[in-house]
């Protein structure tokens, strides 16, 4: 079977970005990634978009294709919350496989901090939750996440300040990584001091609201550029086990499990045969959720395992090398995309912070809506 490859990344720095809109951020995405890949617009016959909260537009593939001076033979948008960019690129490897497209340009951005009010994304991304049951009643996607951490500190014995050390693990991370939202170092002390958000999340617990774009080119190994870096696709999974938390299966990272499980199986790997991870860390308790479904940590470990040492970028196992949406910063659809990004530019030994031991083999793993959707790929340097 054809193995797809990822031959050009783009990421703009997350922040606040103003006076750049949705397209204007894709765009310099987009343009970075094709100037990586070797490629020109016209070399481009696929496009996925994610959607965007800033600029919610019926037809934004099309739209942002116009915008950005494509014209492509298969265009689509795509929407599973904070999944979506994996999932993009992995519908993008099933487009090459099939024939539909030979290089497809995967591109994700919008302005969510300079672009609406605070309220007005917590209104919006409130709608994960139940319509009549969950809105209604004023919970917001912290809210949701609250009762996830609750059940999960009381369910493995885990302190508050355990669930800190993954904010502080992606905070030293981000502190030396061009363009991080947030890159003042920080201490378990400071995240327990740090606003309360939703009991027991404080705000040092959440990712920031950031601006920013995220682009990725998925191609056909016998449409590879000559002088391109490869880094192939060789595994993918997905699960989707519920949209509402009131409707979670137990346990309720259940999907993160299946998802992984089908990608290292298509990949012919083994967990343990992984040497870099990019998971989605909206929260902190999500990063741990993830993490021990996954099977990288035994129940109620993440945290210790963190503390050792061992998802240090000189560690056995590296996370999230760029800081993570807790630390890069969460730019909706881009969010996501980031940990991609970043393990393709790590695999391919154009990561700004290098781990010491240079991966050659890496899983990424994002969720949408409450641990609602899931899609795991895997990664292969081509050496």
Do not use: W
Request: with cysteine.
């Amino acid at each position: 079977m054809t193995t797809p490859a990822i031959i050009g990344t783009g990421l703009t720095p997350f922040g606040r970005l103003e006076p750049a809109d949705t397209l204007d951020l894709m765009s310099r995405a987009a343009e970075v990634a094709l100037a990586d890949a070797g490629l020109e617009r016209g070399d481009v016959d696929g496009l996925l978009t994610g959607y965007s909260t800033t600029h919610p537009h019926l037809m934004l593939s099309t739209l942002f294709a116009e915008y950005f001076g494509l014209q492509p033979a298969y265009a689509h948008g795509v929407q599973v919350g904070g999944a979506t960019g994996l999932a993009m690129v992995d519908l993008a490897r099933r487009l090459v496989q099939s024939g539909a497209a030979k290089r497809v340009l995967v591109v994700a951005g919008e302005n969510r901090l300079s672009g609406q009010s605070r309220d007005q994304t917590i209104q919006t991304l409130a709608q994960v939750g139940d319509p009549d049951h969950e809105v209604p009643n004023g919970a917001a996607v912290p809210a949701y996440y609250a009762l996830l951490a609750s059940h999960y500190l009381a369910e493995t014995g885990c302190t508050e300040e355990d669930m800190a050390e993954l904010s502080v693990l992606m905070r030293s991370h981000a502190m030396n990584y061009p363009g991080a939202h947030l890159t003042k170092a920080v201490s378990v002390a400071d995240v327990m001091a740090s606003k309360p958000i939703a009991t027991p999340l404080k705000q040092l617990d959440c990712c920031p609201i950031s601006d920013g774009a995220a682009a990725v080119l998925v191609c056909h190994p016998d449409a590879v550029p000559d002088g391109a870096v490869a880094t192939r696709i060789t595994g993918g999974g997905q699960a989707h086990t519920h949209q509402h938390v009131s409707m979670a299966p137990e346990p309720i990272n259940l999907g993160a499990t299946q998802a992984s499980r089908a990608a290292l199986r298509e990949a012919g790997r083994r967990i343990g045969d992984m040497e870099l991870l990019g998971i989605y860390d909206s929260f902190t308790v999500t990063l741990a959720e993830l993490l021990e479904g996954i099977g990288v940590c035994e129940r109620g470990h993440s945290a210790a395992d963190a503390r050792e040492g061992r998802f240090s970028l000189d560690g056995p196992l590296p996370l999230n090398p760029h800081g993570g949406l807790l630390s890069y910063g969460h730019a909706g659809v881009a969010g996501g995309m980031s940990h991609l990004v970043e393990a393709v530019r790590q695999l391919s030994g154009r990561s700004p912070t290098p781990a010491a031991r240079g991966p050659g083999l890496a899983l990424v793993h994002a969720d949408g809506g409450v641990l609602s959707s899931h899609v795991s790929l895997v990664l292969e340097a081509t050496r």
